[in-house]
């Protein structure tokens, strides 16, 4: 009987002692899901404000950061199908270079923004978005945060990241809300903002 014991005793031990499955997972035993790897076509109309710059490569829009510089840097999303004429008056043209900021609205196939229409960018009333307030279940430290948002520089299209108030704001070229999903699957409901550049056109 004590043989019987001690061989039960040592299968819960290497029992216990070899089940990793839920020391891999984070979240309830939830494996964490993959990081998307391409940017996300849309579904329908969608507008975005930028610089619209014409350098060496055609039309381009640009959704982040520009180089302060005369003319302006920077490399964008291409715009097919815009035409300079167009726009006359709400443009520069410095050494060949021209730009403007423009709110362009038209089809996005996860690369090429075709265009529909624009207006100047000192015309275009954006909607208003509400400002990220965080919501996550723990307290994070600032490296926690700048960790994150380094590790969110990887998404398909992201743009720039912003450490908050126990929170990471991260501008993307264009989320359908796959990316928000993917994010609070990831690290926790309502630490990661996610926001899209491209939004959808009103109808």
Excluded at 84 to 102: C, I, K, L, N, Q
Excluded at 113 to 130: F, I, K, N, Q
Aim: glycine share 14%; with cysteine.
């Amino acid at each position: 009987m004590r043989t019987l014991i001690a061989v039960a005793c040592l299968v819960l031990v290497a029992a216990c002692g070899t089940d990793t499955t839920d020391s891999a997972t984070d979240g309830g035993g939830a494996t964490k899901p993959e990081m998307p790897t391409g940017t996300l076509a849309a579904d329908g109309p969608v507008v975005g404000l930028g610089l619209v710059i014409d350098q060496d490569a055609g039309p381009e829009l640009c959704l982040g950061p520009v180089a302060e510089s005369y003319p302006p840097q920077c490399r964008g999303l291409p715009v097919e199908g815009w035409d300079w004429a167009g726009h006359r008056g709400d443009f520069d043209d410095a050494g060949g270079v021209r730009f403007g900021t423009f709110a362009v609205t038209g089809d996005f196939d996860g690369t090429t923004l075709t265009y529909e229409s624009a207006v100047a960018g000192a015309l275009y009333d954006p909607m208003p978005r509400p400002e990220p307030t965080s919501s996550a279940a723990e307290q994070h430290s600032a490296g926690e945060l700048e960790a994150i948002g380094r590790e969110l520089q990887a998404l398909p299209g992201a743009l720039s990241t912003t450490p908050g108030d126990n929170l990471v704001v991260v501008d993307v070229v264009h989320d359908d809300g796959s990316l928000q999903e993917w994010a609070d699957a990831t690290y926790g409901a309502g630490l990661v903002f996610v926001h899209s550049a491209l939004a959808p056109a009103a109808g």
